[in-house]
């Protein structure tokens, strides 16, 4: 009897991966034609690690304090086609809720809502996965535009708390629609955070506050447990339940903005990360912090060695104002000029990704004062407007600025 020859899709799956990693991309993408096993071989065991090793993706296990904000669940696949528009600058502008005066919002993105500040009042927009991408009307507000402006917020779980320019604040419950205002400073409010129970506030010129938040008939009441004579531009608690505090002074002569403080004790340590001003930060992880400078730098800083791990500079000067982070590679920054932002990978120190800007002329100064995004959108807060670019829109000129990158850095 004959014995059966054995056909190339009776191989193992170990087998076909091995085979298939030696090919490119464009040939993966004709043979996951072939068959329904090929193309579960391929996208399982191929797009999905290749997408891991992508910035802005959204295919990366998250940490806690970076959870997803997809609206649209791409396939692996397409992720990788998305890092392409990302890396080549492709993708389509859109412009949302322009004003005259000139005020800048601060902005948070969900799955499901864009959070956005106009003047005093929070604004909620439903996203959509339509090409309007937003729902011009709020779905509901909270408060009102002619209270004082909205400084900063920040949304955990079902709560929002926020910080005005007069002092005031509020606690803002999203499931039961309550209302908590508090009073937080006697200047402005630059910075609020919270992590259970325990609320931080700084102001401009006056101390940085802790407060423990308690919940009585419904409300949100914050009593002041400590008071700290230090007033920060930027402060985050650490996502280890917040035990410690990062904190960015808007100047200090002696280049020691960025410091590291115990909540525990009010202790605050100088971390040897030399700038006059930080402008924002973030926590990477429980140990390790981003920071926009003022001296043009965004810093990678560890706070187990108090120092410097990695460092890249904007390739034209300009002040990093925000920070966006992906929850693996990728981080944004929001730059002072022309609303500009850089895409930088943490994997390569010094190296600019790319960089995104309007090519439209008459109204290209302003700053980015706040910025978001996800695997296909990022939103741009500049002082008269709301940008975003939509990155699923592979028919769209290419904006390409590496040419110029290569030159600067090399």
Known sequence: MAKESLQFTDLDEDSLVHIFSFLNQEELDRLARVCHRFYLVITVHLYSRLSARLLQTGHQPKAAHCPSRNLIEFDFRRRISLFENWRYGRYAENQFF???MLYFSQIMLEKRWLYMSHRGQLRVHKRTAERGLLRVKPSWTVGAERQADINWMVKKGEVIFAGRADGSGFVYDC???????????????????????????????????FWKGLVEDGQYALERRLGVGEAYQTIKLSPDGGSRLAAGKYHDRAKSALRLMDVERGFSTVLNSPSRAVYHLLWKDSCTILTGNFDTTMRLVDTRTAQDEAIWSDPYDASVYCLDYDGAYGVLCGMKQHFRVNLYDLRAPRRCVQMYFSPRKSTNYSPVYSLAADSSQL??????????????ADHAECKDFTHDLDRWFY
């Open 98 to 100: 322009q004003h005259r």
């Open 175 to 209: 499931r039961k629609r309550r209302y908590s205002k508090q009073v937080l400073a006697d200047d402005i409010v630059t910075a609020v955070d919270f992590e259970g129970e325990l609320f931080v506030s700084t102001g401009k010129s006056s101390s940085t506050c």
């Open 379 to 392: 939103f741009i807060v500049t002082d008269h407007d709301l940008r975003v670019l939509d990155f699923d």
